[in-house]
């Protein structure tokens, strides 16, 4: 009887598996609703196990895996993507089954060399070239920087599956339900795009070329390395990911602000009145210091205007705003309004700082630029309504 892997179809079996222990992705993102770490076998003629977990939960990995192979042998070991969250349970595999043959491309195979000195027992694959199964194939296409320079995707062409790897995945655990009809998809959508802004958004111009390259395929089900597997509607997760990939954004406005005092927070609070006065519904405040910068990038993201406030700090924006600022850096965020404010009480610099972040990026700067001495008087605050003012009139000659 199996227990623990889940068998999908008359071939596919999920043996992936649940990580509720790590606080951080990546040592960075919160997991407070955990996160899986997917992998699939197929057994045919031959058998391929597609992808392995984080070595912390190799032991369920393995439990899952054996049942699932039984007394058969793994021919293959196909490696989407080398982060360690799905390759480091490689060479525990290669223990249990030393026949097995590892089948990446030319940059797989290098990193399997530098990060655990493997060089045999290799089977390296080209862009479009097909492994045999027997009556099942995959066929490899390469999606570069879709996570990392080596990242593929694999398609199984009888049944119509993509092995994505990254792309289309999305953090949450899967709490039992591992297919997109059996859960709650609000939540998971949610998940989905946190992961999407925090891990892949970066990479957003590689994923609408991946998106363009596997259009023609005929795809029934999609299976990523994380989150929900979609077999009822995969056209969801592919529009979703086209969708963020492309920048396309919703009305509404991100407010954060570092405040220690409260000053800047009151701006904060000033400017988001007047965008509700001027008949904007999505209006968020963030204090930074609160909210860790993996969910305001992903709420950034939904969202078409954000609008950065800091107190001053050591001459420059308060730390924890500068964190803020980097993330958003790095993510080379487009087609998004921004707005900047601060306070300061005797040199400033945080203002100053935010607005050459804001004109360095693809953002479209919305004036005024507002700074405020030591706390907001009627002039700041008569600014301050103007920013609101302008932001809201900007979004709203969008409807
Ligand atoms: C630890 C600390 C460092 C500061 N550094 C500067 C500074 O370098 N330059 C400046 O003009 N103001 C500086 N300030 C003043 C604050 O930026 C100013 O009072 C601001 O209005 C505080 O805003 P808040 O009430 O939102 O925290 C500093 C204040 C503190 C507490």
């Known amino acids: ?110 990193f399997l060399n530098e990060f655990y000195g493997i060089t045999d027992n290799l089977v390296e694959i080209k862009d479009g070239e097909s492994l045999d199964l027997g009556s099942r194939k995959l066929t490899f296409y390469t999606t570069p920087m879709v996570h990392w320079p080596e990242s593929m995707v694999s398609y199984e062409e009888y049944s119509k599956t993509l092995f994505s790897q990254d792309a289309f995945g999305g953090f949450g655990a899967l709490d039992g339900t591992i297919f997109d009809d059996e859960i709650n998809l609000d939540f998971y959508h949610s998940e989905t795009r946190r992961y999407y802004s925090n891990i892949v958004g970066k990479f957003s111009k590689s994923v609408q070329f991946a998106l363009k390259k596997l259009s023609p395929l005929d795809i029934k089900m999609v299976c990523p390395v994380h989150g929900p597997i979609w077999r009822a509607n995969p056209g969801k997760i592919i529009e979703l990911y086209d969708k963020w990939s492309s920048y396309q954004v919703e009305e509404g406005v991100i407010i954060c602000y570092g405040s220690m005092y409260g000053n800047t927070q009151t701006m904060a609070e000033v400017i988001a009145r007047e965008l509700a006065e001027q008949g904007i519904k999505n209006i968020k405040i963030f204090d930074v210091s609160k909210t860790h910068h993996s969910y305001i990038l992903s709420e950034i993201w939904k969202y078409k205007a954000v609008i950065l406030g800091s107190c001053t700090y050591n001459n420059d924006m308060f730390p924890v705003m500068s964190n803020l600022v980097n993330t958003l850096r790095m993510n080379k965020i487009e087609n998004h309004l921004i707005g900047v404010f601060g306070s300061y009480s005797w040199s400033g610099g945080a203002v100053k700082s935010l607005k050459e972040f804001a004109e360095d990026g693809k953002y479209e700067l919305i004036e005024p630029v507002v700074e405020a001495k030591c706390t907001a008087k009627e002039a700041d605050i008569e600014e301050l309504k103007k920013l609101a003012k302008n932001i809201a009139d900007k979004l709203k000659a969008d409807r």
Do not use: C, Q
Request: glycine share 4%; net charge negative.
């Open 1 to 110: 009887m199996k227990l623990l892997s889940v068998k999908m179809n008359d071939f596919l079996y999920y043996v992936g598996v649940n990580d509720r222990d790590t606080h951080l992705f990546e040592n960075i993102w919160p997991l407070e609703n955990g996160v899986s770490y997917n992998s699939y076998l197929i057994v045919a003629e031959k058998t391929a196990l597609l992808d392995t977990v984080k070595i912390t939960k190799v032991s369920d990995f393995t439990t899952k895996l054996r049942e699932a192979i039984g007394d058969r042998d793994l021919d293959y070991l196909v490696v989407h993507h080398m982060e360690p969250d799905h390759s480091g349970s490689i060479e525990t595999i290669r223990e249990l089954y030393p026949n097995v043959k590892i089948v990446g491309n030319k940059k797989t195979i290098e």
